[in-house]
């Protein structure tokens, strides 16, 4: 009896002519693609807004700092963790630091794991870092992590400020898997995606922000 159900059930499968299966349709071209770099930083900063993340445009890194002068002043930072990427060390947050009366820490300033993580969750103020991507189509920014880009940095203090150039911007998500992709013996063993402040909801839809990372969200946009 189960057997001649089956039979029938396949049997019947088997009959349909594919042709008569409607065929899925082509991806749409995004407009993405075909956007100059103004244009990408402009969709860039369109799609943070609505994630209420802030955006700033200064033209070099001394902007950048007398920026981030502004920023630590209106967000009473006292102390702050820096990364040590390639868009961060260049700008010397230590010296910077004393001149502002702001403390800067690294991960390399901690003799263990433990320790920098105490110091990263609850003891400073924000956490600065770099970005090796800036995606245009949905305000994310892409980090690629490693000694000098230690993951806690960006997602645990409640202020995450990110400084990017804007020679990091490409237009969609794939475009950044591919750059990461691309060397196949280079693959990064951890890989972020930052969309926004971190929020979540509950159950009536509201909304909380900070409650698994950075409450606020600010990028410094150089170049």
Known sequence: MVRNARDEILGKLRAVHRADVP?????????????DREEMIAKFTEALFLQTGVVHR????????????????????????ASTDDVIAPL?????????????????????????????????NAGITGANFAVAESGTLGLIHDRDQARLISLAPILHIAIVPTERFVPIYESAIEKVFEDINAVPGQFTFITGPSMTADIQATIFRGMHGPRKLIVILTG
Do not use: C, H, Y
């Open 23 to 35: 065929q899925r349709p082509e991806v749409p071209s995004l407009n993405e693609t075909a956007f």
């Open 58 to 81: 200064v033209k070099d890194n001394q902007e950048a700092l007398d920026k981030l002068a502004e920023i630590a002043k209106e967000e009473k930072l006292e102390k702050v963790m």
């Open 92 to 124: 010397d947050l230590p010296s910077w630091g004393k001149e502002n009366g702001i403390q800067i820490l690294t991960a390399g300033d901690f003799k263990d794991r433990n320790s920098f993580k105490d110091a990263v969750f609850d003891e400073v």
